[in-house]
């Protein structure tokens, strides 16, 4: 399911309703995922009184809703306040009561995750009986510790059950897999993983849930960023059929639902009639352009071209064959009047100083001006274009190009913005071929590429990589074939940068480590590696 986070009863309609087509089709045992009654992750509202005992009182209005099913034993996740603190708990509905609990053990307190500052972590085993099996209940980071698996298997376990709330990164799906195998090689005992679907700020959920057997062969296994009803049947003893498998994607179409699936769920969620984009014609604008389209609909979708004196005529002639090809609203305003204005009102301050990168930055900020004047018009969100490569590196501008509500892009390389391109064209040949083939540019100055004062992207996108989401040092980058000027250059300017992206908009968060709530540098530090 893809709960709204904070919507309480909304969030039990749809596990209202999920109960019934499960009960309807003689489902024993339905599991939500994790929190699913009041959404993941609810950060600083498990500290309000009123957000907890809001669930408190949901939850009893759902047993007595889920009573009129008979036979059906569903597992709801929600906060729960109990002698020992607030715990992030999975109560066991059957027949109008609530028959069990379980209290997470492992609280995860690392990447995005922060539940130390919420809750305390339980320490007893879930076990259950439904038509003469039991199950064993743990919840999301229990299942990466050998310890929780282990007690409850010890307690009369037969089948686990694993409700998650699991944010998707690139190849999260197979590395989920084989932690649970490693249960199963030391318990025999065969599995149930289901986990939460759709955007939630910066996190995406990507669903993906399956069943193991007792032998770790994935017997089910359900579509990523969907939501549905999944089913696996139980043997009397206690093992788990063949039932229907999601053929896998690949990388590249994963981390594209990833950023279709972030921008639907932020733009509806928050109930933004439309968006606006910023079209350059360029890859990274043409690439936001095909993923807003595919998760709103064209008709909520406005490019704007807003053309200089140093916008190539390509560059107007790709944007249009562009916005052509997806249907969207598409204007042209040019810049060159409120930029002459700007620098005819500066020219006596910048008296004698040689022309830099701040007349460069005029014109983005004019741009950024436009876009958020249409924004405040319309109602409409917009979606900056900025890449991670650009992010970390600082080729941005405050209050320009980074000047809009949520970066799309902001969490995928260069390298990759030109992969999932090609991946959209396979699907539909929407992005013009000149705009995968001709040099980036900004388009702030005669003749300007972006190689103009950055490594090649296939260069600098191994070096973050490396710096950033693996937490490599300068010498081990080095060691692995990068030279020591780049490595110098783009590790200092991922320092200097950090009050930028202090000041960036949310995004979609698809790596192991994306900046934003899971990279916290400080801006003001003098350590230097």
């Given amino acids: 399911m893809n709960p709204l ?78 002698a020992a603190g607030l715990q992030n708990y999975a109560s066991v509905l059957q027949n109008g009561r609530v028959i069990a609990g379980y209290a997470k053990q492992e609280l995860p307190n690392h990447e995005v995750f922060d539940e130390v500052r919420y809750f305390v972590p339980g320490n007893q085993p879930c076990v259950f009986k439904c038509d003469g099996i039991a199950y064993g209940l743990i919840l999301c980071e229990d299942a990466w510790h050998t310890g929780p698996a282990k007690q409850v298997h010890a307690a009369g376990a037969q089948i686990l059950l694993v409700p998650n709330a ?28 289901v986990n939460a679907v759709g955007g939630q700020d910066e996190l995406v959920f990507d669903g993906g849930s399956f069943a193991l057997n007792s032998q770790g062969q994935v017997v089910m296994a359900m579509p990523q960023f969907e939501t549905g009803l999944g089913f696996v049947n139980a043997t009397t003893a206690g093992d788990l059929e063949q039932g229907v498998i999601a053929a896998p994607q690949s990388v590249e179409a994963q981390a594209y639902q990833a950023l279709v699936l972030g921008v639907r769920d932020y733009v509806n969620k928050n109930r933004f009639p439309g968006v606006i984009i910023g079209l350059s014609g360029g890859v990274d604008s043409a690439l936001v352009l095909a993923i807003a389209v595919d998760a709103l609909g064209a008709d909520k979708v406005r490019a704007v071209m807003m053309a200089s004196r140093y916008t190539a005529d390509i560059s107007w002639i790709d944007a249009r064959e562009l916005a052509k090809n997806l249907g969207v609203q598409y204007d042209e305003i040019p810049i060159s009047g409120p930029v002459d204005a700007l620098e005819q009102s500066l020219a006596e301050q910048f008296k004698g100083l040689k022309v ?157 480590r994306a900046f934003g709530r899971d990279w916290r540098y400080p801006i003001t530090s003098q350590f230097r590696a």
């Fill in 5 to 82: 986070l904070g919507d309480l009863a909304g969030n039990a309609q749809l596990i209202h309703k999920a109960a019934l087509e499960a009960h309807s089709q003689g489902a024993k045992v339905l599991v939500t995922p994790e929190l699913s009654l009041t959404g993941y992750p609810p950060e600083d509202l498990l500290l309000r009184p009123a957000f907890i005992e809001a669930a408190d009182l949901q939850l009893k209005l759902l047993v007595q809703e889920l009573a009129q099913y008979p036979d059906l034993t569903v597992i709801v996740g929600h906060p729960k306040k109990t």
């Fill in 166 to 193: 699991s944010p998707y990164h690139l190849k999260k799906e197979s590395l989920r897999i084989e932690v649970l195998r490693s249960h199963i090689d030391q318990t025999k005992m065969p599995l149930v993983y």
């Fill in 356 to 512: 830099d990168a701040t007349e460069e930055n005029i014109q983005a900020r004019v741009r950024g001006t436009i876009l958020m004047a249409l924004s405040n018009k319309t109602g409409r969100l917009v979606l900056t274009t900025g890449n991670k490569s650009e992010m970390a590196v600082g080729y941005c501008t405050l209050y320009g190009d980074m000047a809009g509500g949520f970066a799309v892009i902001k969490d995928i390389a260069k390298t990759l913005v030109y992969r999932l391109c090609a991946y959209r064209n396979s699907i539909a040949p929407v992005i013009p071929e000149r705009i995968l083939t001709r040099a980036p540019s900004a388009e702030l100055r005669p003749d300007q590429t972006d190689q103009d004062s950055l490594p090649s992207y296939e260069v600098l996108d191994g070096i973050v990589e490396r710096y950033m989401e693996q937490n490599q040092s300068i010498a081990q980058i080095i060691a692995a074939g990068f030279d020591e000027q780049s490595v110098e250059k783009v590790t200092r300017l991922i320092k200097l940068n950090e009050y930028k992206r202090r000041q960036a908009p949310p995004g979609v968060r698809v790596t192991t």
